[in-house]
């Protein structure tokens, strides 16, 4: 089942943010570093470019993604044109500490008290765009949580009297090209629950992690313990070991599925499992090419 999200305010939020492009200097793009290209939003590239402001894309959550991969994702993004990428975990004290200088190299000609410096935080929703905010003010402004569409509506605050910067609430855009997309963001808590089946969701990340992280997933399951081989079950297998394991039952005596995927959702969200990549820039190619529709 193809997954769209785009709630009304969204569309508000786009308009809101067109007009405040004209009155900025550079996007920081927030992205989710498990999904870097599936959390990235074509819309906003559309509005960057149609301005013709320069972009710095930040690979938010670093410390809940696979180091490897995000190495790799970052020499992706940095040998393609106009593009600097750079991860980041919000939670590092101090590791926002580095942007506003890559900003003003970015932007050399802006940043000062005439002419200070205009920056648009921008990104789908849940990538840590407040988080970004208050660490880079060193205080609490925004309203930050782990579940999309907190931040309803623009703010903007002085870093110091020659550097601006602009929260922006989280935006989808109207089609999910890829289906697995939808999957990874919504496994990412990307998107509102609402809008998908949590079930399906964890099938498919199940699937994903069984896949390229099986040790992790013995590790944390303890499936040897339970003599099952990690490399024989698939998402669904998996999901019924952990609920047997644990214990999860419906009031009918039969296995909650529902509550074990939520589990399972938890578990990869506030990066229990370890640290894990959805998605890495080969996956991407290989979709790409083939154009098919869940790819794990
Ligand atoms: N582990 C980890 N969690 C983070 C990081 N940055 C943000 N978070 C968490 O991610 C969740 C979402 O953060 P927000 O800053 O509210 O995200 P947002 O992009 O502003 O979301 P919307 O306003 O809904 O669009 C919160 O629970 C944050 O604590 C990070 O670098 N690492
Ligand atoms: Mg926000």
Redesign the pocket.
């Known amino acids: 089942m193809a997954i769209q999200w785009y709630p009304g305010h969204m569309t508000q939020a786009r308009k809101k943010a067109e007009e405040t492009m004209e009155f900025t200097d550079m996007v920081i793009e927030?992205l989710d570093a498990r999904v870097p290209e599936a959390s990235h939003n074509p819309v906003i590239n559309e509005m960057r470019q149609f301005r013709q402001r320069p972009n710095l894309k930040i690979l938010?959550?670093?410390?809940?993604a696979d180091p490897k991969v995000t190495e790799s994702w970052l020499n992706y993004f940095n040998n393609q044109p106009n593009t600097k990428a750079v991860a980041?975990?919000?939670?590092k004290a101090g590791d926002a500490k580095k942007i506003p200088a890559i900003c003003r190299k970015l932007v050399p000609h802006r940043g000062t008290h005439l002419k200070p410096l205009r920056a648009l935080i921008m990104?789908i929703?849940?990538?840590?765009?407040?988080?970004?905010m208050n660490a880079l003010l060193n205080r609490r402004v925004?309203?930050?949580?782990?579940?999309?569409?907190?931040?309803k509506s623009q703010q903007r605050f002085d870093l110091d009297a020659t550097f601006s910067i602009t929260?922006t609430?989280?935006m989808m855009w109207p089609k999910i090209e890829f289906e697995s997309d939808g999957y990874m963001l919504a496994a990412s808590h990307a998107i509102g629950r609402n809008a998908v089946i949590d079930e399906d969701i964890a099938i498919f990340l199940a699937n994903n992690l069984l896949n390229n992280y099986p040790e992790l997933i013995n590790a944390r399951y303890k499936l040897d313990v339970m003599k099952i081989d990690v490399s024989a079950i698939d998402g669904v297998d998996l999901l019924e070991a952990i609920a047997k394991r644990r214990s999860y039952k419906r009031h009918d005596g039969f296995l909650d599925i529902e509550k074990t995927a939520m589990a399972f959702l938890t578990d990869y969200r506030t990066?229990a499992i370890g640290r894990v990549s959805l998605e890495t820039p080969e996956t991407r190619t290989k979709m790409k090419i083939s154009k098919s529709t869940i790819v794990d």
């Open positions: 927030v938010n959550k670093a410390d809940l980041l975990s919000c939670k990104g929703p849940n990538v840590g765009k407040s988080t970004l925004a309203k930050v949580g782990d579940e999309p569409a907190v931040t929260d609430p989280g990066g």
